[in-house]
Nanobody, 123 residues
């Protein structure tokens, strides 16, 4: 399984970014794909998860209403649209796959993740 995250960058507060997770080796039809992030000096936390069977799930209350996850089955890619970005969203964002079709209840249960993409929110 390979997960390639991209789309990060430097953005001002209030700005937007769209992250992409290109998946190979498994398909979205059989595995949920999620986003996690890790800020400097902090533990990795779950952000969101997409499942073709179970819909969308947001782990972090702080992103609800600002972030939107979606998936393209034809491209086998999951996207994370991030709007209204805040400095506290600064982190390395990773995409990961679940153990099955449904999003794990606990983000620590994601099976593996690829290299991350840096998101920096700063003026």
């Amino acid at each position: 399984v390979q997960l390639q995250a991209s789309g990060g960058g430097l953005v001002q507060p209030g700005g937007s970014l769209r992250l992409s997770c290109s998946v190979s080796g498994v398909t979205l039809d059989y595995y949920a794909i999620g986003w996690l992030r890790q800020a400097p000096g902090k533990e990795r936390e779950g952000v969101s998860c997409f499942s073709t069977s179970g819909g969308r799930h947001y782990y972090a209350d702080s992103v609800k209403g600002r972030f939107a996850i979606s998936g393209d089955r034809a491209e086998n890619t999951v996207y994370l649209q991030m709007n209204g970005l805040k400095p506290e969203d600064t982190a390395v964002y990773y995409c990961a796959h679940g153990l099955g079709r449904l999003c794990p209840k606990n983000p620590s249960d994601f099976a593996s993740w690829g290299q991350g993409t840096q998101v920096t929110v700063s003026s």
